[in-house]
C-alpha cells in the first residue's frame, strides 16, 4: 500500500542529492513537503541570531519556489513540533514520516519523540543520512564502537571503508507526479512568513543569500577554476582578503542547503582530471573530511559542547569576567585586527578560518583566558554556518582544550593579521574609524603621536579603545597556565594527540622565530 507521507525538513533544505525525499516520493500516493517553524526550538535551542534568521527564510523561500516549479510546495507550519505534527498526522491521515538522520542531541531526541508518536498513533517513520559523506555509525562501527579522536586515524578508518555514499539523483517533475501533491489551498495556508511577521529586525541584513540556488551556483563559480580547486592548500588561504579566499559555502552545507556529497564527487572528478592535486588534510576535499571528523568525534562524545562532562576536553579554570567577554563580543578589544574581525561577523555572519582562530586564541588561551564555551556560544549566535559539531570541535582545538596541542604557538593580534595585508585595507573596511592611520600604525593605532592621531581624526582612548591588555605580559601568563594544566591532566591531553603538526600552522612556524619547550622551561613562541 503506497504511504500518505510527511516529509519532514529540518536541515537538507534542498532538492538535490536528497535521498530521504527520494525515498519518500517512491513509496507514496501523497507527499506533504513539510518545515515546522517552531519559534522556540530556533531561539532556545538552535540559539539563532538575526542574520542567520534571514538565511533560513531565504531558504525556505528557495526551496518553495524550487518545489512548485515541480508541481509541489513547501508548507511552512508555525508551532510547536509534537503538538504540529500530532494534529497534522491525524488531519492528513498520515501513514509515513520520512527526515534526515540527524547526530545533534536535540535532533536525535526529536526523532525518538516523533518515533513514539509514530507508535502512539500508528505510521512509520523513515530516515537516512543526507547532512554528511559517511553514516558516522559506520565509521564508529569499524573503530571498536568508538570515535577515531586524531584526523590521522579518522583517515585510516576512511581507507577501510572506501569512498562515500554516491549521491542520488536529482528530483524531477515526475517523481512528484508520480504522487499527489498537496491541495493547492493549503500552500496559500502556510507560507513562508516574512521577516517583519517575525519581527525579525531588517537591519540585519547579511550579503550572503540562503537557498540551494545560490548555493548551487557559488559551487559552480567555484568550480570552474579547475586548477585553483586542484591546487587548493588552505594555510594558504587569506584571512584578511576583502572576498573571501575560501569557497564560502560553509553556510550553505550548514543548512543541507548543499550535499556535501554532491561536492566531494565534483572535487573527484576534477582530482581525476588533474595532473597533480592537493591532498588531506590541506585540500578541498581534506576540508570536507574535518567537517566529517568532527561530525564522528560529536555523535558519540558525551558532552560534546560543554567542558565539564567531556571526556576528551581538559578541565581549565577559566576567568569568568563579564566586561571583558563584551568588549571582546562587541569589538572593542582595541586590538585593530581582532575588532574588525568582530566586526565581520557581526555584520556578515561568516569569516575566514584563520580570523577564527586569531579571535578564539586572543579569547582563550591567548589573552583573555575566558572559556571556550563563552566564545562558541557567541559563534553560534552570530554564525551563519553555526554548526553543533563542528563549532564546539574547533573551539576545543583553538583553545588547546583538545585535538591541538601546540599550545606555545600563540597568535599575536598585532603581526598576524600584518602578515597578509600589511596596508590594513580589511582593517580600514571594517572598522572606518580607523581608516586614516598610516599603514604602520593601523595594526597598533596607540603607537602613533597624538599629532599623528589628529590627523588620522582618531584619537585613542577616545575615538577607539586602547589594547585592553598587554598581549606579551598576558599571553606569557597564560602559557604557563597552560603548561601546568596540560601537565595536571597530562592522560585527558594524550587522547586527541596526533603526531603531526597542524596543517594549518606549518607556514606560520616557517614564517616566525622559533621556540621550543626545552628541559621543562616554556619558551614562547608569538605568532
Ligand atoms: P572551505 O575552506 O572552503 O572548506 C569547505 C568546507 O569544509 C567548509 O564549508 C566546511 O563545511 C568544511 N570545513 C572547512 N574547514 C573546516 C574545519 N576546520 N572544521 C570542520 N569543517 C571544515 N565551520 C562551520 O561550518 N561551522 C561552525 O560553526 C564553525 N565554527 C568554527 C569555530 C572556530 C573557532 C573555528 C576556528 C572554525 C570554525 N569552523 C566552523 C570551521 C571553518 O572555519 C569553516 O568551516 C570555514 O571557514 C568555512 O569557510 P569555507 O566554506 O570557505 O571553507
Not at 586602547?466 to 587522547?495: C, G, I, W
Amino acid at each position: 500500500m503506497p504511504h500518505r507521507t510527511i516529509h519532514l525538513f529540518r536541515k537538507g533544505l534542498r532538492l538535490h542529492d536528497n535521498p530521504t525525499l527520494l525515498a519518500a516520493l517512491e513509496s507514496s500516493e501523497v507527499v506533504y513537503p513539510v518545515y515546522i517553524l517552531d519559534r522556540k526550538f530556533l531561539t532556545s535551542v538552535m540559539h539563532i541570531g538575526d542574520l542567520r534568521w534571514h538565511f533560513l527564510l531565504q531558504s525556505l523561500e528557495d526551496l518553495q519556489k524550487n518545489l512548485c516549479q515541480l508541481g509541489s510546495c513547501l508548507l511552512v507550519i508555525q508551532g510547536e513540533y509534537e503538538s504540529v505534527l500530532r494534529d497534522h498526522v491525524q488531519k492528513w491521515n498520515i501513514t509515513q514520516m520520512t527526515l534526515d538522520a540527524e547526530i545533534e542531541p536535540f535532533y536525535k531526541e526529536m526523532e525518538a519523540s516523533i518515533r513514539r508518536l509514530g507508535e502512539e498513533l500508528g505510521f512509520e517513520v523513515l530516515s537516512l543520512v543526507g547532512h554528511s559523506l559517511y553514516d558516522t555509525k559506520r565509521i564508529l562501527d569499524l573503530n571498536s564502537g568508538t570515535p577515531p579522536l586524531t584526523y590521522k586515524r579518522f583517515l585510516h578508518i576512511l581507507s577501510l571503508l572506501g569512498d562515500p555514499e554516491v549521491p542520488v539523483r536529482n528530483l524531477t517533475a515526475e517523481d512528484f507526479q508520480r504522487c499527489r501533491p498537496p491541495d493547492p489551498g493549503l500552500a496559500e495556508c502556510y507560507r513562508v512568513p516574512l521577516p517583519v511577521d517575525l519581527k525579525i529586525s531588517l537591519e540585519s541584513l547579511s550579503p550572503w543569500r540562503g537557498g540551494e540556488t545560490e548555493g548551487l551556483q557559488r559551487l559552480e563559480q567555484h568550480l570552474t577554476d579547475q586548477g585553483w580547486v586542484a591546487s587548493f592548500t588552505k594555510p594558504r588561504t587569506i584571512p584578511n582578503s576583502l572576498l573571501p579566499s575560501t569557497t564560502g559555502l560553509s553556510p550553505y552545507f550548514s543548512m543541507g542547503c548543499l550535499s556535501v556529497r554532491t561536492f566531494f564527487y565534483r572535487l573527484s572528478n576534477i582530482y581525476a582530471q588533474a595532473k597533480h592535486h592537493s591532498l588531506p588534510p590541506v585540500s578541498l576535499q581534506g576540508q570536507l573530511l574535518w567537517r566529517e571528523f568532527f561530525y564522528t568525534v560529536a555523535s558519540a562524545t558525551p558532552n560534546f559542547t560543554k567542558m565539564a562532562g567531556n571526556p576528551i576536553c581538559l578541565q581549565i579554570n577559566w576567568c569568568e569576567d563579564a566586561e571583558r567577554l563584551h568588549k571582546w563580543k562587541t569589538a572593542q578589544t582595541g586590538f585593530p585586527w581582532i575588532d574588525a574581525i568582530m566586526t565581520q561577523l557581526r555584520q556578515e555572519g561568516w569569516i575566514h578560518h584563520l580570523a577564527r582562530h586569531a579571535v578564539a586564541c586572543f579569547l582563550t588561551r591567548g589573552d583573555l583566558w575566558i572559556s571556550w564555551e563563552e566564545g562558541m556560544k557567541v559563534f553560534e549566535e552570530l554564525l551563519l554556518d553555526a554548526d553543533y559539531s563542528i563549532n564546539a570541535g574547533n573551539w576545543m582545538w583553538l583553545s588547546a582544550s583538545a585535538f591541538f596541542h601546540q599550545y606555545t604557538r600563540i597568535f599575536c593580534p598585532v603581526r598576524f593579521g600584518r602578515r597578509t595585508d600589511p596596508e590594513g585595507q580589511y582593517i580600514r573596511k571594517y572598522l572606518p574609524i580607523l581608516k586614516n592611520f598610516p599603514s604602520k600604525y593601523i595594526y597598533e593605532p596607540w603607537t602613533a603621536s597624538e599629532e599623528e592621531q589628529k590627523q588620522a581624526g582618531c584619537i585613542i582612548g577616545q575615538d577607539y579603545p586602547f589594547p585592553m591588555v598587554n598581549h606579551k605580559e598576558a599571553s606569557d601568563h597564560n602559557l604557563q597556565l597552560m603548561k601546568q594544566v596540560r601537565e595536571e591532566q597530562y592522560r585527558t591531553a594524550q587522547l586527541t594527540r596526533d603526531d603531526t603538526d597542524d596543517p594549518m600552522e606549518i607556514k606560520v612556524k616557517r614564517d616566525h622565530s622559533e621556540e621550543s619547550i626545552s628541559k621543562g622551561k616554556v619558551a614562547r613562541m608569538t605568532e
